[in-house]
Nanobody, 119 residues
Framework: QVQLVESGGGLVQPGGSLTLSCAIS????????MGWLRQAPGTEREFVAS????????DYADFAKGRFTISRDNVNNIVRLQMNSLKPEDTAVYYC????????????WGQGTQVTVSS
């Protein structure tokens, strides 16, 4: 059974940093690209960042470039999202997801972790 469990969310002041972690269990991690997506209240879920299984390729949404860094640890089956210079508009529930290599859709999701940026 595949499970994705996020952690590391919380309340942070504008300009602060957080690191989100996603622990993956199940026999999918090492061959799939992984992504972080987020959803703020009243909005659709949006892409934040992704990383290929080899970690050679990463992709970021424009709002994340220069502030967020995605990484993965293929030994411990963990994906991280380092977020710096956080803004109030980064407030959302952040989800970790695994991408099907053929359909190119995210088909396994974690439960999400809340990030709130506020003074």
């Amino acid at each position: 059974q595949v499970q994705l469990v996020e952690s590391g969310g919380g309340l942070v002041q504008p300009g602060g940093s957080l690191t989100l972690s996603c622990a993956i269990s199940g026999n999918i991690f090492s061959t799939r690209a992984m992504g972080w997506l987020r959803q703020a209240p009243g909005t659709e879920r949006e892409f934040v960042a992704s990383i290929t299984w080899s970690a050679h390729l990463t992709d970021y949404a424009d709002f994340a470039k220069g502030r967020f860094t995605i990484s993965r640890d293929n030994v411990n089956n963990i994906v991280r999202l380092q977020m710096n210079s956080l803004k109030p508009e980064d407030t959302a529930v952040y989800y970790c997801a695994s991408r099907d290599p053929v359909k190119l859709i995210y088909d396994y999701w974690g439960q999400g972790t809340q990030v709130t940026v506020s003074s």
